[in-house]
């Protein structure tokens, strides 16, 4: 069988891979892709928010089933414009349709959904321009720190965390009023902060049933001791010790359950990747956010843990016959470290000659912001490759990630050295 995956992340290059493993599929195609995919897939340089150029590259290439990477063609209904195709209903999309993207597309959207299924969260109210008066005085009632949350998509900018209420007041006035991150700010969240340490529980589903796939920690900030900016990313580690089985039961019970049921009953067919954000407050957990695909970093550290045939997995999602597909999971540590261009998050330079990493023999390297340039790799975004490696303990698989992280070079090359630091 033919697949076509959409993106071009270190998240897209874990998906070819771990297809790639499948003796059940045939051609692998990515769109657009990078320099990683393009060793195991055939790359398709198309803008994949344009569906009718998905389209004609899925009738061209006979392909049977489609994966989607990010966010952005979920939200933006893709799965809605095949099932509205006659030429292409009857291919597969892994990913929800417009309504379950919603989880991530409307924050608003995704709390209501919440509180009306039980599945706990911080307690929230949503503002607009029109009641913004009513805004302040629901910011007076909370302590600080005080959490605003622009409603639709803003790239993972739209969070603000502000320990000051005048500061709170004056920032939630820039977002619904002054459109401080766009159309996605004209309504806003305000939330409870939550207290606790933050991990995420991936979970597959075909709408009926589902599996839990092993959970993983990311590391924001770009530096370390989870200082300053935040970025997409900077490495991630699976399995998170603090979360023991106690834990990851009541996260079965209390929020993936519901989570599924309310799906079901508010008749939204849900095909696909769940990326619950939790918090972990003493053992309890509480949602931050969903989100409808996996994350990136956090698939680099999920897939190469997962024993059983991805392929098979999807095709579970398609026919919903899920329940009956094995799954296993290996019992080792995973941890990716990210490589990132000089000046991320913020400008940062492109092109630069990437060396030195097709001899690594005790890591998996994952590109994300790559491309090919003649015989050259070069670096083309600002996370630039995901170093992961196993081992029977986070200080094993961390050592060969940076091992192999030595071996590697490009101009201006940045990275945290101290990822897994609250762990080990
Ligand atoms: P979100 O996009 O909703 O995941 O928010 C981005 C980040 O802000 C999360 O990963 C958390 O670190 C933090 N955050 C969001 N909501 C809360 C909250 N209610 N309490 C504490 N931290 C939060
Ligand atoms: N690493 C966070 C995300 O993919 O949203």
Redesign the pocket.
Known sequence: MNILILGAGG?EHAFALKLSESNKVQQLFVAPGNAGTDTIATNINIDISDFEAVKQIVLKHAIKMVVVGPEGPLVAGIHDFFLADAALKGIPVIGPKKDGALLEGSKDFSKQFMQKHGVPTARYQSFTKENLQEGFAFLETLEAPYVLKADGLAG?KGVLILNDLEEAKTELEEMVSNEKFGKASTTVVIEEFLKGIEL?VFVLTDGKSYKILPSAK?Y?RIGEGDQGLNT??MG?ISPVPFADKAFLSKVEELVVKPTITGLQKDGIDFRGFI?IGLMNDNGNPSVVEY?V??????TEVVLPRIASDLFELFEGVAHQNLHEKSFAVLDKTATTVMLVAGGYPGAYAKNKEITGFENIDEAIVFHAGTATDGDTVVTNGGRVMAITALGDTIEEALEKSYRSIDKIHFDQMNYRKDIGFDLV
């Not at 695909?293 to 956090?298: A, I, Q, S, Y």
């Open positions: 998240r993972g995420s990311d924001k997409g990313g991630a990326f989100n695909r996996m994350g990136d970093p956090e």
